[in-house]
């Protein structure tokens, strides 16, 4: 394509975006509305002063259509106040809005041109237009939904707020309406009463259950990462254990590099071949011995915070007796290190059971809304573990609080929420 073409499509793009709803209507000639309507010009005109009064009645039409179609949603989510279940009140809800497809198409002709006064005769924008209705829609759904959270026995869990729910539900909806309209082979009939059961869950607690963590990051552990006693596919035989047990010693004073494949064998008492077919390499041999030590890291993770302690506490514990046991095998250290570094996908001993005993407290501080919202909660535990390993093993002698208090308060002051970040 060239770039003049390219420039002239741009161009084109642009203009569209700034034309006002009433530009967007004279393509439609005031012929073609009196014949669709019945009626004279004739009578077009006895009933409005120009084009653009008659602009500021389609609008205020969209507006009262709306608005009964708000009304209707209701009637559908109040069923779940009545002993419907919320996914069912959903189904209910998605017949509606597929039957009423008008209202949705000119919503979107009005975000084609959000910035622009809607006529001549008026200085309000589309984007109030939109705004003005989707704030009267979430002030009618609040009510309902409250109702609703409170007959299946559920709150909102923070940092989410009933108001967030309402403006996630009502987009979702809009969206997915939207998406039927031109494609409608592309949106199940069950979709969006799955989405809307999935998000509630999702962003709710029970009642005055004071949850481990919180719910939320329960689900996203579940969905995003390994559980924090993940091990290889190959840990479930018995000879992948027995090496990894018996190679241990062999690396508590001695690096990565000055252990033979033969030494691991003769310990474990096997075959050279059968301990590369079971960990490829010796750094991996090496950074297996942590096996022995994730159930007891994972109990301190565990622990049920009390009203002293927070998040951020946890993870101290965690890295304190994570520097010890490395500290006394610098080996395996070395080889998790090396493992992380070396290996991806398939790696006989996978480095993320030991981030992710701080990833449930990571995503806790995004659960309080203490997190920044770009910040990504596994890659941040990554990076809190990688980095306390490297001090570890660049400067064996420095205080293990100085390197926990360095690397959390480097890395933590970035990720933690400010005002307007």
């Not at 552990?221 to 035989?237: C, D, M, N, Y």
């Amino acid at each position: 394509m060239s770039d003049r073409r390219t420039a002239l499509i741009d161009a084109g793009l642009e203009l569209v975006l700034e034309q006002r709803f009433q530009d967007l209507l004279a393509s439609v000639d005031t012929r073609s509305i009196t014949e669709k309507a019945g009626v004279t010009t004739g009578s077009f005109f006895h009933h409005f002063r120009n084009r653009a009064q008659f602009t500021d009645a389609v609008i205020d039409r969209l507006e009262q259509l709306w608005a009964e179609s708000t009304q209707r949603s209701l009637s559908a989510i109040d069923g779940f106040t009545e002993g419907v279940e919320f996914r069912a009140a959903a189904a209910l809800e998605w017949q509606r809005l597929e039957s009423e497809q008008q209202p949705s198409v000119l919503q979107h002709l009005l975000f084609a041109v959000v910035g622009q006064p809607v006529s001549d005769d008026t200085d309000r924008t589309a984007g109030d237009v939109l705004a003005a209705r989707y704030r009267a829609l979430q002030e009618s759904v609040l009510p309902a939904y409250r109702r609703g959270l409170a007959s299946i026995g559920r709150e909102m869990m923070p940092p989410f707020t009933d108001r967030d729910l309402a403006v996630a539900l009502t987009a979702i909806g809009a969206g997915l309406k939207a998406r039927r309209f031109a494609d409608p082979e592309a949106v199940r009939p069950e979709l969006y009463a799955d989405l809307v059961s999935v998000l509630v869950i999702a962003v709710t607690r029970p009642v005055g259950e004071q949850v481990e963590g919180s719910e939320l990051a329960s689900l996203e552990r579940q969905l995003v990462s390994p559980p924090s006693g993940l091990l290889p596919p190959k840990a479930e035989s018995g000879t992948w254990r027995h090496i990894a047990e018996a190679a241990a010693p062999l690396f508590s004073d001695r690096r990565v590099g000055e252990v033979k494949v033969s030494e691991v064998a003769a310990a474990a008492g096997v075959s050279a071949s059968t301990v590369y077919h079971q960990f490829g390499t010796v750094s991996a041999v090496a950074a297996a011995g942590w096996v022995r030590y994730l159930p007891e890291l994972e109990a301190i993770s565990t622990e049920p915070l009390t009203a002293q302690e927070g998040p951020i506490v946890r993870m101290e514990q965690v890295l304190t007796r994570f520097i010890e046991v490395a500290r006394a095998n610098r080996g395996a250290l070395e080889g998790l290190v090396m493992e992380s570094v070396n290996r991806t996908g398939e790696s006989p001993f996978p480095v993320a059971p030991i981030p992710s005993l701080l990833v449930p407290h990571v995503r806790e501080l995004r659960t309080r809304g203490l997190l920044r919202r770009r910040v990504d909660s596994v890659g941040l535990a990554r990076s809190i573990t990688q980095l306390v390993a490297m001090r570890v093993l660049a400067v064996p002698d420095e205080p293990d609080e100085r390197v926990i208090d360095d690397t959390l308060g480097m890395l933590l002051e970035g990720a933690l929420a400010r005002e307007g970040r």
